[in-house]
């Protein structure tokens, strides 16, 4: 299903472009600006890697911080998981009220977002293309599924 990697390629794309660091992730709730700072910047200069090398370098930024951050970070990832089976789920009910051509276009979407050698940058492109090449009434129908 392509809402995971299209979250975290969304999320990259919007620091790159609006030049903003988001709020931090709840792992770092409290923590100090500089190890913020620090991870935002990871993030920001992630758009060159590919999903596996984002998540290696998260892991290996995230165990040289304190056990407060590792624990919460150990929380965050089984929290994200299952979200992401919530996801799947709901992309599923979705997708039985999809028309023939948002079916087809889901699975094009879906095929980026899962390529794993991708790089977010890569896989932003790809998916604002496609969406863009697709007719208004197929993009709102699949936009429209994915707001809720």
């Given at each position: 299903m392509f809402f995971k990697p299209l979250f975290v390629v969304l999320a990259v794309t919007a620091c790159v472009v609006y030049?903003?660091?988001?709020p931090p992730p709840?792992?770092?709730?409290?923590?100090?600006?500089?190890?913020?700072n620090e991870f935002n910047q990871l993030l920001a200069t992630s758009g060159g890697l590919t999903d596996p090398q984002i998540d290696a370098a998260v892991d290996a930024w995230v165990a040289k911080q304190s056990d407060d951050i590792k624990s919460k970070h150990e929380q965050f990832k089984q929290e994200k998981n299952k979200q992401q089976e919530a996801a799947k789920a709901a992309h599923?009910?979705?997708?039985?009220?999809?028309?023939?051509?948002?079916?087809?276009?889901?699975?094009?979407l879906s095929a980026i977002a899962d390529n794993l050698s991708l790089t977010a940058q890569d896989k932003?492109?790809?998916?604002?293309?496609?969406?863009?090449?697709?007719?208004?009434?197929?993009?709102?129908?699949?936009?429209?599924?994915?707001?809720?």
């Open positions: 030049s903003q660091a988001p709840p792992f770092l709730v409290g923590a100090p600006a500089s190890t913020v599923a009910a979705a997708l039985a009220n999809f028309s023939p051509e948002a079916k087809d276009a889901d699975a094009k932003s492109q790809q998916i604002q293309q496609l969406l863009g090449s697709l007719p208004a009434n197929v993009r709102q129908e699949i936009e429209a599924s994915m707001q809720g």
